[in-house]
């Protein structure tokens, strides 16, 4: 039978562990309806974007320049994102791990391979590797932009990514991050960013023959930049909104385990008071009894 003073002790400690996670799921519930807004506006924005882009490039040759350019993949970029902070379940582990993995299958014959960290945690665990980028633009913490999220802040980024893209210091960018789709579900998607994929053919339903001021490929090639950061910004909010509801979700689950846990402790410990008081009876009858013989 436990002593009573332990099992005290193990539910003050289970129960302050309790009000900790039920505290921090709440936070992250009001942290996901801010980013799940943000992230559900842009989608038909992006999705938008995405059929103009291929309407205007459906006739067009060689439109996408330098972004378009497709060369032998031997030097590969990954930008990883993830989070600043743990306690998300399995949220950065499903980051690192296909990262590893895209390496190891995908990219196991290239000649080098670099990974960007939006992240901290990312960030510590390639750091202490080769892919790990040491000097140029692209090297330094990028996870400060969680700080304060905006498409400023991202777009700064952005902007470092396809300058190295453009002067061929990299042959293909890839982005690894996690897409939400609710609070329990989220997905981890690897999506090429460059060189950018045209659609071959145009919309069938569209053949409307519009009018462009200006031309078709100097229209293009203004939005291409555009597409490009919007494609990364929105990687970006969705591996924001799916970190929020992995942490509540796992803040959810820890609560519950502590309320079932701190139930089994009550159990334990009424059962050893009991004891402990049934004991000291049969020891005061016993000395009675003693005491009368």
């Keep these: 039978m436990p002593n009573l003073k332990e099992v005290r002790n193990r539910i003050q400690s289970v129960n302050s562990t309790r009000q900790i996670t039920s505290a921090m799921k709440m936070v992250s519930a009001a942290k996901l309806k801010r980013a799940q807004d943000a992230i559900i506006k842009l989608r038909p924005y992006s999705a938008k974007l995405t059929d103009i882009m291929n309407n205007l490039s459906g006739n067009l040759d060689e439109v996408g320049g330098a972004y378009a350019e497709k060369r032998d993949a031997k030097r590969i970029l990954i930008v990883a994102i993830n989070s600043n902070r743990g306690l998300c379940g399995g949220f950065n582990a499903n980051v690192i791990k296909a990262t ?33 980028i040491s000097e140029g633009e692209l090297s330094g913490e990028f996870y400060s932009v969680y700080d304060d999220l905006n498409y400023e802040n991202v777009s700064a980024i952005s902007e470092k990514i396809l300058k190295e893209f453009e002067k061929k210091n990299f042959d293909r960018v890839i982005l690894v991050y ?53 494609q990364i910004y929105k990687a970006v909010l969705d591996s924001n909104a799916s970190e929020h ?28 008071r009991q004891a402990a008081i049934t004991t000291e009876i049969l020891e005061i009858v016993a000395g009675a009894e003693a005491l009368d013989g």
Excluded at 195 to 224: G, H, R, V, W, Y
Excluded at 251 to 261: F, I, R
């Design 178 to 230: 996690n897409q939400f789709k609710n609070a329990a579900t989220q997905i981890i998607q690897t999506e090429q960013l460059l060189p950018i994929e045209m659609s071959a053919e145009e919309d069938q339903s569209n053949n409307i023959d519009f009018l462009f001021e200006p031309d078709k490929a100097e229209i293009i090639t203004a939005l291409l930049p555009k597409a490009l950061k919007n």
């Design 245 to 272: 509801g992995a942490r509540m979700t796992a803040m959810h689950k820890a609560t519950d385990n502590a309320s079932d846990l701190l139930h089994q402790l009550k159990l334990s410990y009424n059962k050893a």
């Design 100 to 132: 590893n993995r895209l390496i190891r299958e995908e990219f196991a014959d290239a000649s080098e391979v670099k990974i960007l960290s939006i992240g901290k945690k990312a960030f510590d665990t390639f750091k202490r590797t080769d892919y790990h």
